[in-house]
């Protein structure tokens, strides 16, 4: 009997229980689908790590000899330490290639997808990463050449691999990977002279921090050491860190909302429904149903819908979204980010708990709103609720109070005595104008940064020439001098401070005179750098704690001494963060300004790069312009994605809201008909209270949508610096749409009103 109840009672709120199911089911399939996206790349990524062996420390410096790794390996707290050979090849079709030549394969090994295991005593083979390959139309059995240590090699394709280091991975001009032209390749050092030597060192180590290892390490290298890391300085693996924590964090941020917005409507329907059915529930009460009975009865009204919407969520998420994600940021064959193998479904413990906590909290929420109701008893029960008191709200004491309108003084009134619903309408559009402004403003800070700040701003060349490896100085200068152009030094750096042992890798830009380049200060103003500069970006004197007049321990890769100096200033760059000098400042400090960049505002034509062995790459403005434009074209998606699920919100929660609020008043609205009161004075009276509560939330929503648009920006890591602002125009645009919607569903309603049987509600009411 009870059961039929319910379903009765289903079929007479269809439009609030549907709500709830709508917002547990947005709330489960958006964190079940994002999170198992999460925990499938880091089950993916420790299982492609785990077979490729990958170290946790790198040794980087020249030199090294196969001795040398006897003695590291007799250091307490390493093992397995490898030598190997880095060379970065450019090929003649614009074509980059990171090169290593190996001499064990006991750890960061190569994995093989197609052809013969990789083996470091193969004098005559290559092998190629498998992305690259593909790109290039490459296959196992073909011929490929490459140049090193001034010689040209031709080498068989023995197979094609992935490996772990290479998870990201992008050439330092480019602003987003290139797979097409950028790859990576293993071969033996017995493809070179017998007397070449190491540059890197790999490890694997126990020590709770590779940075404890560094006297040791020392002892035994001296001088030729330049360089230690652990993963957290390798920013191929740095950045699907990043991602990792960005997504993490999503998946949690945004089904909060839906959650909180469904415990909150629970509430309001169930509030609705008890105080409706106060004459049944004495009327069970008086036929003997005990009250454990009854209370289970009416906790299903918020068990059922929460458990089909968390179940069909649990379902969904994982086997449809979590897919997609990794196809398109991660899976090694189509995404143009991250390169893992193949996804594995990964269904947490933590889904089911965070499901259960769902249904628990709309249970609680049940049983919150009936408690008081089903506690009365039977004889107090059958008899009609005591109407409120009607105590004066402060504004009626104003001396204003009387000339307000009928309209607007009802609906104040109504907003005062109607406590549950307001607070569920103000934190639907509370959480609604929150989540559309985050989701306009990062895309419009993402693109601002982009062009506003790095094309129109930063980018004062027309091209930028990428000088050959070891150029000489004289032959740079006589290119810059074709040109028109500045030459520019590009470097990776450690930083640290005096107070901090800890190091942080940055990256390193020295201009010549500055007088093409451009930096931004901390208020985005166009400025020159000086020669005598030695500037921070914003990102990297924030992790490191300093600020203009400090100094700060530097050293380039590649040397050994740490070098100090005082920082001139703070500068803003949305990408590449860390040092930005002039040349004066990086001499002074003990360094020989070498060139590996060249501005110019000039073309560059064809037959100059022709004519000039030493380019070895072009990049002009609309080939950045355009790998800008693919940029934000997946920034563009995720905020599409971010901006369905809000406008998703702002219709389910303002359609609650104008349910509740209409079945709450239909008594109210019939007397308010008989007495004159035409169906369009109607209308508009519910649609001021409806912009009333719209507006409140929409105003509280302006802190908590910056707050969250500063989280999901700061969840990018110290690799990215995008100012963070919500311009009048995004937030108009939140305020627009919301109360758009909000007028949208009142028309909804206005036709109810019209059909209101006046006789069948005021005969209900006696």
């Known amino acids: 009997m009870l059961f039929r109840k319910m379903l009765r009672d289903f079929r007479g709120h269809a439009g609030q229980f549907l709500s709830i199911i709508i917002l547990t089911f947005i709330a489960m399939s958006f964190f079940s689908g994002v999170a198992s996206e999460v925990e499938g790349v880091e089950a993916a990524r420790t299982r492609f790590e785990s077979e490729a062996e990958l170290g946790n420390g790198w040794i980087f410096g020249d ?362 309408g103000i934190a639907g559009t509370f959480s609604c104008m929150a989540l559309l402004l985050c989701a306009f403003a990062s895309r419009a800070d993402f693109k601002g940064a982009i062009e506003d700040l790095y094309v129109k701003k930063l980018m004062n060349n027309s091209a930028m020439i990428t000088l050959e490896k070891d150029t000489d100085i004289r032959e740079s200068e006589r290119l810059r001098d074709k040109v028109n152009g500045e030459l520019v030094m590009s470097d990776t750096v450690e930083l640290r401070t005096s107070e901090s042992a800890d190091r942080r890798t940055f990256h390193m830009n020295v201009y010549e005179d500055g007088r093409i380049c451009n930096v931004l200060d901390l208020d985005f103003r166009t400025s020159k750098i000086g020669s005598e500069d030695f500037t921070l970006t914003y990102k990297a004197a924030e992790s490191l704690g300093v600020s203009v007049g400090d100094t700060v321990e530097w050293h380039i890769y590649g040397s050994a001494g740490w070098k100090t100096s005082r920082v001139t200033a703070i500068t803003r760059a949305p990408f590449e963060q860390g040092i930005v000098a002039g040349r004066k400042a990086v001499e002074a400090a003990g360094y020989s300004f070498t060139p590996t960049r060249l501005l110019t505002q000039e073309d560059v034509t064809e037959a100059l790069k022709a004519e000039s062995p030493y380019i070895a790459d072009v990049t002009t403005r609309e080939g950045l312009s355009s790998a800008l434009d693919h940029y934000m074209e997946l920034v563009n998606m995720v905020m599409a994605f971010m901006l369905v699920f809000a406008l998703l919100l702002v219709f389910v929660v303002l359609y609650s809201l104008g349910l509740l609020s209409f079945e709450e008043r239909e008594k109210e609205i019939a007397t308010l008909k008989v007495l004159g009161l035409s169906s369009r004075s109607l209308g508009r009276l519910m649609l001021q209270q409806n912009i009333y509560v719209a507006l409140i939330g929409a105003l509280l929503g302006i802190p908590l949508g910056k707050m969250m648009l500063s989280a999901l920006v700061n969840s990018l890591g110290d690799s990215m610096d995008i100012p963070t602002k919500c311009s009048p125009g995004y937030i108009f645009l939140a305020f627009a749409i919301t109360f758009t919607v909000s007028v949208m569903i009142n028309q909804l309603f206005s036709g109810r009103i019209r059909k209101l049987n006046l006789v069948e509600e005021i005969k209900a009411a006696e």
């Open 63 to 424: 030199d090294f000899t196969s001795g040398d790794l006897g003695k590291l390996n007799e250091i307490h707290g390493i093992s397995n330490a490898q030598g190997r050979r880095y060379e970065e090849i450019h090929g003649s079709d614009d074509t980059l290639l990171y090169l290593y030549f190996q001499h064990a394969d006991l750890i960061n090994r190569p994995l093989v997808l197609e052809g013969e295991a990789y083996d470091p005593e193969d004098s005559e083979g290559i092998w190629l990463s498998a992305r690259f390959a593909a790109e290039q139309g490459i296959h196992v059995g073909d011929d490929y050449s490459v140049s090193a240590e001034g010689k040209e090699l031709r080498l068989r394709v023995k197979g094609l691999i992935w490996q772990p280091e290479y998870e990201y991975y992008k050439n330092e001009v480019d602003l987003e990977p290139d797979y097409h032209d950028t790859g990576y390749a293993f071969a033996s050092m017995k493809v070179l002279s017998e007397e070449t030597a190491f540059n890197q060192i790999v490890f694997r180590s126990d020590a709770e921090k590779v940075s404890m290892l560094e006297k040791d390490i020392r002892s035994v290298l001296g001088d030729r050491y330049n360089v230690l890391l652990d993963r957290s300085g390798i920013t191929n693996l740095t950045m699907l860190d990043d991602e990792i924590r960005q997504h993490r964090m999503m998946s949690v941020m945004f089904p909060a909302f839906f959650a909180v917005i469904a415990i909150l409507t629970t509430v309001a329907t169930m509030s609705r429904i008890v105080d409706r059915q106060r004459t049944q529930i004495g009327t069970m009460k008086a036929l003997g149903l005990k009250e454990r009975k009854i209370y289970m009865h009416y906790l299903g009204y918020g068990l059922v819908p929460s458990l089909i919407g968390t179940l069909l969520g649990l379902i969904v998420g994982p086997v449809s979204l979590s897919p997609d994600l990794f196809a398109m940021k991660f899976y090694m064959d189509s995404s143009t980010e991250y390169m893992l193998p193949e996804f594995p479904l990964v269904i947490p413990w933590y889904f089911p708990v965070f499901g259960a906590l769902m249904v628990l909290a709309c249970v609680t929420a049940t049983w919150l709103s009936c408690r008081k109701i089903l506690a009365i008893r039977p004889a107090q029960a059958l008899r009609p609720a005591q109407p409120k008191s009607a105590k004066k709200m402060l504004l009626e004491r104003m001396y204003f109070w009387k000339k307000l309108s009928f309209t607007t003084r009802y609906n104040l009134r109504d907003v005062s005595r109607n406590k549950v619903r307001t607070l569920f």
